[in-house]
T-cell receptor, first 113, second 112 residues
Framework: GAVVSQHPSWVICKSGTSVKIECRSL??????MFWYRQFPKQSLMLMAT?????????EQGVEKDKFLINHASLTLSTLTVTSAHPEDSSFYIC?????????FGNGTRLTVT | GQQLNQSPQSMFIQEGEDVSMNCTSS?????WLWYKQDPGEGPVLLIA?????ELTSNGRLTAQFGITRKDSFLNISASIPSDVGIYFC????????????FGTGTRLQVTL
């Protein structure tokens, strides 16, 4: 149990376009989901906390107008990278709050050309 | 954002050897978690520790929650090739600002 699915697993987009990443909790409901970014050979850095039915909470230094988060249901949160640039290329990972343990998705590799 | 200090940063060991890594923080956490991440995938939970002093095992893995609640260690006994990967500690803050803070990671490589 406690499976988190992320889609797509990888995406390539052109600079200036927007990309949407989905995070779903498959067998449980999650009022809170988390979005992380991981650059090569680095740790996971929390970008924002997604709350169902309310606005996301962004970590310091993360542009909320660039990284749009929508958590419209108890099983789905989306992250949209707007006007993507090459420096946004990274590995984006979501997780869902379900008590201790906090399962993670398998990540989305975003490459902006 | 805040990160936990994890050491060693990387290690090469021979199959069959035991491995030890630790994680320290300037902040107190309610829960300590240890994850393993394989290339191109999300982290997978190995062990969760819920109270200070707790020692928990999961197969060949043993982890402890430090008494001060500011540190934790992970031991892997009799390492095997599939233990290769990056190991992250994470401190969990509960309450209204519930979130995980990750360590800097330990890259483990096992040679035959």
């Amino acid at each position: 149990g406690a499976v988190v699915s992320q889609h797509p697993s990888w995406v390539i987009c052109k600079s200036g376009t927007s990309v949407k990443i989905e995070c779903r909790s498959l067998d449980f409901q999650a009022t809170t989901m988390f979005w992380y970014r991981q650059f090569p050979k680095q740790s996971l850095m929390l970008m924002a906390t997604s709350n169902e039915g309310s606005k996301a909470t962004y970590e310091q230094g993360v542009e909320k107008d660039k990284f749009l988060i929508n958590h419209a249901s108890l099983t789905l949160s989306t992250l949209t990278v707007t006007s993507a640039h090459p420096e946004d290329s990274s590995f984006y990972i979501c997780s869902a709050s379900r008590g201790p343990g906090i399962p993670f998705g398998n990540g989305t590799r975003l490459t902006v050309t | 954002g805040q990160q936990l200090n994890q050491s060693p940063q990387s290690m090469f060991i021979q199959e069959g050897e035991d491995v030890s890594m630790n994680c320290t923080s300037s902040s107190i956490f309610n829960t300590w978690l240890w994850y393993k991440q394989d290339p191109g995938e999300g982290p997978v939970l190995l062990i969760a520790l819920y109270k200070a002093g707790e020692l928990t095992s999961n197969g060949r893995l043993t982890a402890q929650f430090g008494i001060t609640r500011k540190d934790s260690f992970l031991n892997i006994s009799a390492s095997i090739p599939s233990d290769v990967g990056i190991y992250f500690c994470a401190g969990h803050t509960t309450g209204t600002a519930s979130k995980l803070t990750f360590g800097t990671g330990t890259r483990l490589q096992v040679t035959l």
